[in-house]
């Protein structure tokens, strides 16, 4: 197996039921990414050789080191290569007991105590989080307790906006990392980053996406095939390269004998993928594609336990993507002349404001929300979910 996959499998066999060991590849030997040091009287674990010829033998191999040791393995070192195992969001490598990790967990009674721990300690990759709904999804979640990667075409933002994460919650919870979602060779190197950082991922928002208005009529053929690109081909790319993952991860728990490693793909799509968009067709068109994608993948991917879901929020209209002076959809649709009778950008916006019952925009925290209640509930794959303010309603 090669490094990733045997890290993968570490995690998958780390699984408690609520949440998993991180590992974290630590090139150097010094310094903050070095591993822990060893407790009194505990022997690193060691993967090299016929350990690491199939997923069974590395458990099997983890299991020896196991049984002779109280607690959970402070550094790992396979082939060679030192990582740093942590435990917790707040702390990245303290001992823990490990029949306490391994205890049995009531899930009726951890809900009924905590529903805020729905993703604590996960592991949560946000793609196009550097600005607009990525980033506010990236907040909620931080103050949430998950561990996040922030994944943006702007790295130099995603990394600020890391920072800034790290800083409002008082702990590396956050990392960046560079991708273009149109790109295999990209998201697959995306992936292998958070397996380095963390060993592996909980919870994938596919959020990045990109929108150009305007008429059937004049719409250049260049910008259909960006909008298409961005929006359904880059969902299809983060999928195929996620579920490979999180699959690695859940075979490892089954054969390890853990419970059921669940995990989810969440595609933060829109309301024009529940209902047609005037002059907007490239983009309503790759959104319901992209529901197409939801559906099929999580017929597929039920028996990983991977759940797949499309989080359909109504218009946030005070993020970038609406709101930009230049660029934003307020300024396209004036020019485009969606809104009858509109002569500024505010008279677009009150048009667009008084089309939701509630009277308002979609914000990132209803859209956290809503990934946080598609995560929980653990009995349902394959939705589209509105987040609309009753703007459109399920049929």
């Given amino acids: ?183 295999e060779a990209s998201v697959a190197a995306m992936f292998d980053r958070a397996t380095e950082h963390y060993g592996g991922v909980d919870l994938v928002v596919s959020n990045a996406g990109v929108l150009k208005a305007g008429s059937v009529k004049d719409f250049d053929r260049e910008d259909f095939d960006f909008v298409t690109k961005v929006n359904y081909t880059g969902f299809f790319l983060v999928s195929k390269y996620a579920s490979r993952l999180l699959a690695s991860q859940n075979a490892a728990s089954r054969i390890a004998g853990r419970p059921p490693y669940f995990s989810d793909i969440v595609e933060i799509n829109s309301k024009s993928g529940l209902v047609g968009s005037n002059k907007n067709g490239a983009y309503a068109g790759s959104k319901f594609g992209g529901i197409g994608l939801v559906q099929s993948f999580a017929l597929e991917l039920v028996r990983d336990n991977i759940k797949v879901n499309a989080i359909c929020p109504g218009n946030f209209f005070d993020g970038p993507l609406w709101s930009d002076p230049d660029r934003g959809l307020f300024t396209q649709y004036l020019k485009a002349g969606k809104v009858p009778g509109a002569t500024t950008i505010a008279d677009v916006r009150r048009a667009y404001e008084e089309k939701v019952p509630m009277g308002r925009g979609a914000t990132g925290l209803d859209v956290v929300r809503a990934i946080l209640a598609v995560v929980e509930q653990r009995y349902e794959t394959g939705q589209a979910v509105p987040v609309t303010g009753g703007q459109e309603m399920l049929r």
């Fill in 1 to 183: 197996m090669t490094l990733h996959e045997t890290l993968h499998v570490l995690r998958g066999a780390t699984w408690n039921g609520a949440r998993a060991l991180t590992f974290r590849v630590s090139p150097n030997t010094a310094g903050d990414d070095a591993p822990g040091s060893p407790s009194p009287g505990e022997t690193p674990l060691v993967l090299q050789g016929e350990a690491l010829a199939s997923p069974e033998a590395c458990i099997a191999a983890y299991r020896d080191w196991q049984k002779a040791s109280p607690v959970l393995p402070r550094q790992v070192e396979i082939e060679g290569v030192p990582v740093t195992v942590g435990c917790s969001a707040a702390e990245t490598s303290v001992p823990v007991e490990r029949d306490e990790w391994f205890r049995e967990v009531d899930p009726v009674a951890e809900i009924a105590a905590d529903r805020a721990r729905v993703v604590y300690d996960a592991v949560a990759l946000v793609t196009g989080g550097a600005q607009g709904f990525g980033f506010e999804i990236a907040r909620g979640l931080a103050h949430a307790g998950a561990q996040l990667i922030l994944a943006d075409l702007n790295e130099e933002g995603a990394r600020a906006r890391a920072a800034e994460l790290n800083e409002m919650t008082g702990r590396a919870c956050a990392s960046a990392v560079a991708v273009d979602v149109t790109d």
